[in-house]
């Protein structure tokens, strides 16, 4: 089975532009998340998605970021316009709350590979 | 107040010793969870090992497994027989509350295998 899929791996870009990270889940999985990993400040949740739905977006920074989640296999992440502190790997994660043959989920989060922004 | 808490910024460990890894959390809520994760220099999250809070019984994986002091809020990873391929950072989160859903990770470890 494919895991959670980001793209671009890699992002250049300089300072005022707009950037798009995108992601597809793992299919079934109803619960999306986008977290931010610098240096300074480890890994942060920006926000949240159940069955397309945002719930927690407490962490994202300001006006400058927005989330959507059009359908369940697709969600975008957009810093408009981008600084060079917006520098980070963004991870998208999913995970799946069903229980499977009577066992309970653990609800482990299954994360991307990540999304590398430089912001010059 | 920080969550999660794990103290050893790096660890420097010979192959094939056991090496544990510390992490101490807070929280008030007598339900939630406990994850380990580590993360390569190719630099995705690999998850490990889960602890619930009222598991009755440490988790074991492999080679891994969780000290669980529910007591001391301490949660710590044990690997046995470490190898080389351990060497990466590795993470402690906290799902906090019943029916949460979003994790709380720590600032990590750097766990460095020496031959």
């Known amino acids: 089975d494919a895991g959670v899929i980001q793209s671009p791996r890699h992002e250049v870009t300089e300072m005022g532009q707009e950037v798009t990270l995108r992601c597809k889940p793992i299919?079934?999985?109803?619960?999306l998340f986008w977290y931010r990993q610098t240096m300074m400040r480890g890994l942060e949740l920006l926000i949240y998605?159940?069955?397309?739905?945002?719930?927690?977006d407490s962490g994202m920074p300001e006006d400058r970021f927005s989330a959507k989640m059009p359908n369940a296999s697709f969600s975008t992440l957009k810093i408009q316009p981008s600084e060079p502190r917006d520098s980070a790997v963004y991870f998208c994660?999913?995970?799946?709350?069903?229980?499977?043959?009577?066992?309970?989920?653990?609800?482990?989060?299954?994360f991307g590979e990540g999304s590398r922004l430089t912001v010059l | 107040a920080q969550k999660i808490t794990q103290t050893q910024p790096g660890m420097f460990v010979q192959e094939k010793e056991a090496v544990t890894l510390d992490c101490t959390y807070d929280?008030?809520?007598?339900?939630?969870?406990l994850f380990w994760y580590k993360q390569p220099s190719s630099g995705e999250m690999i998850f490990l090992i889960y602890?619930?809070?009222?598991?009755?019984q440490n988790a074991t994986e492999g080679r891994y497994s969780l000290n669980f002091q529910k007591a001391r809020k301490s949660a710590n990873l044990v690997i046995s027989a470490s190898q080389l391929g351990d060497s990466a950072m590795y993470f402690c989160?906290?799902?906090?509350?019943?029916?949460?859903?979003?994790?709380?990770f720590g600032q990590g470890t750097r766990l460095t295998i020496n031959p």
């Open positions: 994660a999913s995970r799946f709350k069903v229980w499977l043959a009577g066992i309970k989920p653990t609800g482990e989060l299954f």
């Open positions: 299919s079934g999985h109803n619960s």
């Open positions: 998605f159940n069955n397309n739905v945002p719930i927690d």
């Open positions: 929280t008030s809520d007598p339900s939630y969870g």
């Open positions: 602890q619930g809070s009222y598991d009755q």
């Open positions: 989160a906290m799902r906090e509350g019943k029916g949460a859903q979003k994790l709380v």
